[in-house]
């Protein structure tokens, strides 16, 4: 059986990006998302592969979803569509990585959101993430951290589980 994981960087308005871009640079949060994610299967939507600095992410079943059925890239598997791509997964942790629609998508099937919420709002943003709702979600560890001489604002790892 899979498990399947959201992880997502929010500002207090649930913003995720602008311009196909992510809003904050965290280092301790990309280093995070590298643990977590490496030896494991990622699920995202094109424009978030498309917005990744050099492709396919290494050492990760890469997987993109797109309507275009012409697509290629190296490295990456494309699927139609969410269901069909993980239902391709067997046995996997997998981990669904954006964008916007995708995250729509996905967090009715989610088992797990491993969230970081950055305590800031950013100028600019044009790509959101749906309200995590307290019924459905429960937390199950914080983790805060303050602004430092590389991170520009306080931001917290919070990993929310499916309530039952």
Known sequence: MN????????????????????????????????TLTTGNTLVMGRKTFESLP???LPNRRNIVISSNRDLSYANAEIFSNLEEAIRSCQDEKVFIIGGESIYKQAIDWADRLCMTEIHA????ADAYFPT??????????????????????SYSFVNYVRRN
Do not use: M, T, V
Request: charge should be negative; proline fraction near 7%; charged fraction near 40%.
């Open 132 to 153: 995590i709702k307290p019924d459905y979600w429960k937390e199950e560890s914080r983790d805060d951290h303050p602004a430092d001489d590389k991170h520009p604002c």
């Open 121 to 124: 709002e950013a100028e600019d």
């Open 54 to 56: 050099n492709g396919a």
């Open 3 to 34: 498990e399947i994981i959201i992880i997502a960087a929010i500002d207090k308005r649930n913003a995720i990006g602008f311009q196909n871009k992510l809003l904050y640079w965290l280092p301790n949060d990309l280093k995070r998302f590298k």
